[in-house]
């Protein structure tokens, strides 16, 4: 056993140390200290422990003296000190896990969008009011330190936030559990805007330095791709295959400390990067060919430099696939190694659930089937037997396009193993189904999971559903959608292996450390427990009707709307005007969020204001944020930005209107500006084209924090609605089945165009350079998309969407009744806490037990 098994956060660790010590260090390094072979102890939790413990990181891990100490020298000092009091509780967890065995989740994830980790742990470890006292003793401030910290960007959006919120969820629940993922050098992008276009930069969180990992290169795995497979007969008589690979590289674990809430257990998340097997060959350095030198390193590097490098070629569509495979191929390894000797790998199903967050870590199902097969030497049947009760599924799309697909070329080339495997799998799948239902050659080619056309291509999807315990979605109406329209022939099939589980959003961070003044309002209310049973919100229904409460729910909105101003000012040099509602679209930018609904609402009231229409007394003051990246390649996602930022700059500076409109549009979105800008806001878009999408949690997060939602009936906003009521969500659009029958009817958006006289107006300004310097050409793009194709019915809903939004200006008017309808949203939405959506996964999927 290496050192790496007795690190933190393993799943291995010897249950008498002082033993495994002696047998390591040898005979003559025999423990004589009780102390060695005691409990680890954690710092003494008082102010003079905790500056003892700081100025001892400052001085022996930074190598400075307080003096002498930079900003950054003392965060990362902080840091390693709140990590201090975490050891002993992650090390007596990991204990607890090595001892009782448990079934663990292992939760397979592309992305972690943790957000900054300093005031998480804080909050975790019950050390903020400590740690405050104790660096204003030596003379700093934690508002400093925490700036000092740089957000990993190891995330797109929702499917990374949804991720960390479940870990963190799991932590708090005492779930042992383990996610995997990947330690991107870059991470996403850093988005910048140059003449209003979205310009991408890296993201070099790294830079600093980053004091929430550990590094166990002792502990690492050699990942293989490409090559050729090969066939012989075992000792047995039986003829199996063998994977020759042409090449590899070593996946390097960081672990990183994931927390629960005040619990005193610690899970571990861990991160793979990658290194080559020969970074460095000096003979060719010697020879003075220093680039050639170093290639192999960095081929291999590429693999974890960014979060989904952009795939419109084939090196990139290549890069992606090896991204995936490299993470799951390491973690799945990673978990198997740490198993007892003795332990029956028949039985791995009651040890491990793996979780597939979407469809980036499914050609793990193959990965398990090789290393069963090729290593452990089962037949195909047993193999399969195990490896299809350890696997479930949750699918986060709508889409048709977002369900990855991958060329069987491409699969072959860099893993032909895995390639044979799912070919095996998918000739037993289409047996099973023709046995079911003969003489139905049409369902087979639905359902296979190697598709003949237009090229042969590896559905992921159908892969993860043939071979999950369970598959869900991730609102009631996403999951229903999932079993009627997406994989409506698999529902058939396997009615009992689907379920929904709706996702939610860890209290702990978006309202606890985001809104620590509603926080504590709501606990002087109603008591303490709640951040751990939301349940208890609803104890807070009563307090709408008490105008104390109201008017001190009413000030901390504007005290959040201060300090978000005060973020902005320095983070961009954005002026927040004051007594404006604050309208809020923050999300990833696709068209079927409708970032672009938004901007025609935006248009057409700028168009009645400057052409006299409208008078700007009759209005309410709005600011409009956006908050979006645009995938790199994705061009109308980008023009739309481009759009959003020329209809800002035109407004802003037009003094006709700005008293009463602004727009703002915030670069980099990310976690950090989040947790201020949520807190403040009073409107809350999510107008994505009713069932297209899955779930949403940012439209969770805003309505905890007393925003009022203005949404179409699609993904968890069906369940918001429900749940606030009608009177307090601002309800438009077409619901799912009219959407359908449009679609099948043949929608025509210049119809829609055509016979509204605003919404012509508004789409003529754009396309007669309203915005462009009068440019009619620069927005051609998007005015033709808009009148010509408009996917997801943007102009159908636009009638819907502007008489909402004057009932919307006639209940702000009423700024007692909006704050009551604010207070009932908070009271009401508990049910979205990621600890239910964690208890769903335990009750209906997963099975495990809390420690």
Request: charge should be negative; aromatic fraction near 10%; charged fraction near 25%.
């Amino acid at each position: 056993m290496s050192d790496a098994d007795l690190a933190p956060g393993l799943l291995s660790q010897p249950a008498d140390e002082s033993q495994m010590m002696d047998k390591r260090l040898g005979p003559e390094f025999a423990v004589a200290s009780p102390l060695a072979s005691g409990p680890v102890q954690s710092p003494k939790l008082t102010v003079d422990g905790f500056v003892k413990e700081f100025l001892h990181e400052l001085n022996m891990g930074q190598g400075v003296t307080l003096p002498r100490a930079t900003v950054n020298d003392q965060y990362l000092a902080l840091a390693r000190t709140v990590r201090h009091y975490l050891m002993a509780r992650w090390l007596e967890s990991t204990r607890r896990v090595f001892e009782g065995r448990p079934k663990m989740v292992g939760y397979l994830s592309a992305e972690f969008l943790l957000g900054r980790q300093l005031e998480n742990n804080l909050l975790a470890a019950d050390l903020t009011s400590i740690a405050q006292e104790a660096l204003a003793s030596c003379g700093i401030n934690l508002s400093t330190l925490r700036a000092q910290e740089v957000e990993p960007g190891l995330g797109n959006g929702g499917l990374g936030r949804l991720a960390a919120c479940f870990i963190d969820s799991l932590a708090t629940m005492r779930v042992p559990s383990i996610g995997y993922g990947i330690r991107y050098e870059y991470g996403i992008f850093r988005q910048t805007f140059v003449d209003g276009a979205q310009v991408e930069q890296p993201d070099t969180w790294l830079a600093l330095g980053n004091p929430w990992e550990f590094p166990h290169p002792e502990n690492s795995v050699q990942v293989e791709f490409g090559g050729k497979t090969s066939t012989y007969v075992d000792e047995d008589g039986a003829t199996r295959s063998r994977w020759e690979p042409s090449w590899n590289v070593i996946a390097v674990p960081y672990n990183y400390i994931v927390a629960g809430y005040q619990n005193g257990w610690v899970n571990t998340l861990r991160l793979w990067s990658a290194e080559a097997t020969k970074a460095f060959d000096l003979n060719i350095f010697n020879s003075g060919d220093y680039a050639e030198a170093v290639r192999a390193q960095t081929f291999a590097e590429n693999i974890t430099k960014v979060l989904y490098p952009e795939d419109s070629t084939p090196q990139g569509k290549e890069l992606r696939l090896q991204q995936q495979y490299f993470f799951v191929a390491a973690s799945i390894r990673d978990f198997i190694r740490h198993l007892e000797p003795e332990f029956d790998i028949h039985d791995l199903p009651s040890r491990i659930a793996f979780q597939l967050n979407d469809t980036h870590p499914v050609i793990g199902v193959p990965e398990l089937m090789r290393i069963l097969l090729d290593e452990y030497k089962l037949d195909f049947d047993e193999a399969w037997d195990i490896t299809s009760a350890c696997f479930n599924y949750t699918c986060h799309t709508l889409l048709p396009e977002a369900l990855e697909t991958w060329p069987v070329d491409l699969v072959g080339r860099l893993l032909p193993r895995h390639m044979e495997i799912i070919e095996q799998i998918n000739a037993q799948f289409c047996a099973l189904v023709r046995q079911k239902f003969p003489d139905d050659e049409a369902r087979i080619r639905r359902v296979s999971i190697i598709s003949e056309h237009p090229e042969r291509t590896v559905r992921m999807a159908h892969l993860a559903t043939v071979a999950a315990v369970h598959v869900n979605g991730v609102a009631e109406l996403h999951s229903e959608l999932l079993k009627v329209k997406v994989l409506p022939d698999f529902a058939e099939l396997w009615p009992e292996r689907f379920t929904n589980v709706t996702n939610g959003v860890t209290p702990r961070r978006f309202i606890k450390l985001a809104n620590p003044k509603l926080s504590d309002l709501v606990t002087d209310a109603i008591g303490v427990g709640w951040l751990t049973d939301m349940a208890r919100l609803r104890e807070l229904e009563p307090c709408a009707e008490d105008e104390d409460f109201r008017a001190q729910f009413a000030a901390i909105k504007n005290e959040n709307k201060a300090v978000l101003a005060s973020v902005l000012k320095v983070r961009a040099g954005i002026e927040l005007p004051q007594g404006h509602m604050l309208d809020c679209m923050v999300k990833r930018l696709h068209e079927y969020k409708r970032q672009s609904l938004k901007l025609l609402h935006i248009v057409t009231m700028y168009e009645q204001l400057t052409s006299g229409k409208v008078k700007a007394s009759d209005v309410t003051p709005r600011t409009f944020v956006f908050g979006a990246k645009a995938a790199p390649g994705y061009r109308m996602a980008k023009e739309t930005i481009r759009l959003i930022n020329a209809v800002g700059a035109t407004i802003n500076a037009d003094k006709r209107v700005n008293d009463v409109m602004r727009v703002i549009f915030p670069p980099n979105y990310n976690v950090t500006l989040a947790e201020r800008l949520i807190p403040a806001a009073d409107l809350s878009e999510q107008i994505s084209l009713a069932g297209k999408e899955a779930s949403g949690t940012g439209n969770m997060k805003f309505a905890l924090n007393g925003a009022l939602t203005v949404g179409t009936d699609d993904g968890a906003n069906v369940e918001i609605r429900k749940l606030v009521g009608d009177d307090h969500f601002f309800l438009f659009g077409m619901a799912e089945p009219e959407v359908e029958a449009l679609a099948q009817k043949g929608y025509h958006p210049v119809a829609f165009y055509e016979s509204d006289p605003d919404l012509h107006a508004a789409i003529d300004l754009i396309g007669s350079g309203g915005f462009s310097h009068g440019n009619d050409a620069d927005f051609e793009t998007i005015v033709s998309n808009l009148l010509y194709d408009d996917r997801f019915m943007a102009l159908a809903d636009y009638a819907s969407y502007m008489k909402v939004q004057a009932e919307v200006d006639a209940k702000y008017a009423d700024q007692d009744a909006w704050t009551r309808s604010a207070i009932l949203n908070v009271a009401r939405c508990g049910y979205f806490s990621s600890d239910r959506s964690m208890k769903d996964y335990i009750d209906r999927i997963w099975h495990v037990q809390a420690l």
